[in-house]
């Protein structure tokens, strides 16, 4: 399993995983350009407010595309049993 290095808003962050050093650069870019956003929006917020924004926003995220997923999965079992194979 490849081991990363990274800085990634000021802290450096060391960790093993099993994902592709391209995965890894693309959640590192993503963290950095929402991280930016906030910051830019939020005045005078703590580094540790921000980055609860953030994971805040992360998971709202990923809730809402499970969302998505589900009805997608649905709308798909429908068709499916209205037009079997």
Do not use: W
Not at 47 to 70: H, I, V
Request: no cysteine.
């Amino acid at each position: 399993m490849p081991r990363y290095t990274l800085s990634l808003m000021g802290l450096d962050i060391s960790f093993k995983t099993d994902a592709t050093a391209d995965r890894v650069e693309a959640a590192k870019g993503l963290l950095e350009e929402r991280y930016e956003d906030l910051n830019k929006n939020a005045g005078d917020l703590s580094k540790e407010r921000l980055l609860t924004f953030l994971a805040l926003s992360l998971a709202d995220d990923y809730l809402e595309n499970q969302q998505k997923l589900r009805s997608l999965e649905e709308k798909i079992g429908q068709i499916l049993e209205k037009n079997p194979s």
